[in-house]
């Protein structure tokens, strides 16, 4: 049943009508919103505004589009969960176990963490055990930093608005700058990496799986303890899991 129109605030309706754009759009210019809502371009501009203002939309650097703001995305809930998904991802986890020999999870964005959806266990009798349902900064690691190359630069800064990071290790990038410097090269290679970042000791590695928007991607990774997760041991294990997150879809 659509809303009763007499108790509908227009205004209300129009703005929430907007941010359910954002759940297949990555970026939305006024225009394009105020057509898609069928209502005018200074309507869509100040809702676009308003939802700016309050974080659920932010404006890119050319100030012409707009995408999902920080508040929506920690609001969505993150892929991998669904019944249809989890069954889709089996496949993947097990082809990409085989094929590492290595504990493989798969992880969502949340806001500015990440959080396992999924996972098998190595047979190893030294190795990392799956955290399905744990969460760790993003920036701290692989399938984070996967997740937050997917996502533009100022996605990324209206997450992390202050230049100092956190440090959940040692070896964490702390600084928003050098984030952004790696981002940029894990877009150019199509594999993240984590050495001791999240956890002193495991060394890990993501590719990208499939999804359209930042609300259904998600990350596979590989983890090892650091023995066995060496530069070519890492760069190997990229190559076999995106093999396997082949099995998927196109990213």
Not at 159 to 183: G, H, K, M, Q, W
Request: net charge neutral.
């Amino acid at each position: 049943m659509g809303p009763n129109r007499g108790y509908t605030i227009e205004s209300l309706d129009t703005g929430l009508r907007l941010m359910r754009l954002f759940l297949t759009h990555d970026t939305l210019t006024v225009s394009e919103a105020a057509e898609l809502l069928s209502v005018g371009r200074s309507t869509a501009h100040r809702v676009l505004s308003t939802l700016e203002g309050r974080g659920f939309a932010i404006r890119d650097f050319s100030g012409r589009g707009y995408s999902a703001g920080p508040e929506l995305v920690r609001l969505g809930r993150p892929a991998g969960f669904g019944t249809d998904v989890r069954e889709r991802l089996g496949t993947v986890l097990e082809d990409a176990l085989l094929r590492t020999g290595e504990t493989v999870q798969s992880a969502a964005l949340m806001g500015d963490r990440i959080i396992v959806t999924d996972g098998r266990a190595s047979s190893h009798p030294v190795r990392v055990m799956p955290e399905v349902g744990g969460t760790r900064p993003a920036h701290a690691t692989s399938g984070g930093k996967m997740l937050l190359a997917r996502m533009t630069t100022e996605q990324v800064c209206a997450l992390y608005p202050r230049e100092e990071l956190p440090a959940a290790t040692p070896d964490t990038i702390t600084s928003r700058s050098a984030l952004l410097a790696e981002l940029d090269g894990i877009r150019s290679r199509g594999y993240a990496l984590s050495r001791g970042e999240s956890v002193r000791g495991m060394h890990t590695v993501a590719v990208p799986l499939a999804g359209s928007s930042w609300r259904d991607r998600l990350a596979l990774m590989a983890s090892a303890p650091a023995d066995r997760g060496d530069e070519a041991a890492l760069v190997r294990r990229a190559g076999e899991l995106h093999l396997s997150a082949a099995l998927l879809g196109t990213a």
